[in-house]
């Protein structure tokens, strides 16, 4: 199945870093949030929240 293999190579930091993504900073793989991200209604929080997890720089590239 297609989805469970990219899930799978999700949790491998060289193959999302061979993809392009910058993930300098991130401790964890694949990367988990909770349903509640889903609350977020202003971009402003948005940013706020992808720059505590440390994957801003991978949006902004």
Known sequence: NALVSA????????????K????DGIS?????????VQKVQKTKQAVI???RLKIWADIQK
């Open 28 to 36: 964890e793989f694949p990367l988990v949030v909770s349903d509640e």
């Open 49 to 51: 929240f992808l720059r």
């Open 7 to 18: 899930i799978a190579a999700s949790g491998v930091p060289a193959l999302v870093q061979s």
């Open 20 to 23: 392009g993504h910058v993930i």
